[in-house]
């Protein structure tokens, strides 16, 4: 049933590196795919998002990257800080109306 | 501006009882979401709302969930003989329309079932 796959569960990267979250999505319906980021007791928040125009959007450190034909889009995450520790989910178009989320990814950057 | 609100923040019950949990969306907003994330897990779909509509039920668990929209605005979801695998956070998001424009989270209402 699970219509957007995103991995990996979970990250470990060092300061500085680079960390990269992958999903792959099944339903067309429309070109919009964000990515939320979700702090410990809080609710998730937009990070970025692409209307696939374009194959890749990049704002400050973070970039999505955008392969239509392979149906899939990835969000990289340049110069990792410890301040990115968090969890990431991608979301996708499910019908005509709405959207589905990946299970996300727990990112742990260390200083 | 205002966020999207969710009340109570906690909820602690008792298994057999049942519980309303509040959204209330930004304002002018037409579409209405709910989710449920358990301990270090996803966001799982329960429904979603277009005005006071619901195209999508197909996430409810079971019969024992259900939720209303009332004036294109505040919504409830109603848990009926909680279980205790119904202890979740509860998050309700809105977003001014549906297909392809940001949906705005609530805090969540956590929920303990004993």
């Known amino acids: 049933q699970q219509q957007v796959k995103q991995s990996p569960q979970s990250l470990i990267v060092q300061k500085g590196g680079i960390s990269i979250i992958n999903c792959a999505y099944e339903?067309?319906?429309?070109?919009?795919f964000p990515w939320y980021q979700q702090f410990p007791g809080k609710g998730p928040a937009l990070l970025i998002a692409?209307?696939?125009?374009?194959s890749e959007k990049k704002e400050g450190r973070f970039t999505i990257s955008f392969n239509k034909s392979a149906k899939q889009f990835s969000l990289h995450i340049m110069d990792s800080q410890p301040g990115d520790s968090a969890t990431y989910f991608c979301?996708?178009?499910?019908?005509?109306?709405?959207?589905?989320f990946g299970a996300g990814t727990r990112l742990t950057v260390k200083p | 501006g205002a966020g999207v609100s969710q009340s109570p923040s906690n909820k602690v019950t008792e298994k057999g009882k049942d519980v309303e949990l509040r959204c209330d969306p930004i304002?002018?907003?037409?579409?209405l979401y709910w989710y449920r994330q358990s301990l270090g897990q996803g966001l799982e779909f329960l429904i979603y709302?277009?005005?006071?509509?619901?195209?999508?039920k197909s996430g409810l668990p079971s019969d024992r969930f259900s939720a209303e929209r009332t004036g294109g605005s505040v919504s409830t979801l109603t848990i009926q003989r909680t279980q205790q695998e119904d202890s979740a956070v509860y998050l309700c998001?809105?977003?001014?329309?549906?297909?392809?424009?940001?949906?705005?989270f609530g805090p969540g209402t956590r929920l303990t079932v004993l």
């Open positions: 998001a809105s977003s001014p329309l549906a297909r392809g424009d940001t949906q705005y």
């Open positions: 339903n067309t319906a429309f070109d919009y």
């Open positions: 692409i209307r696939p125009d374009v």
């Open positions: 979301a996708a178009p499910y019908n005509n109306n709405d959207m589905r």
């Open positions: 304002s002018g907003h037409t579409a």
């Open positions: 709302f277009q005005g006071n509509s619901a195209p999508d």
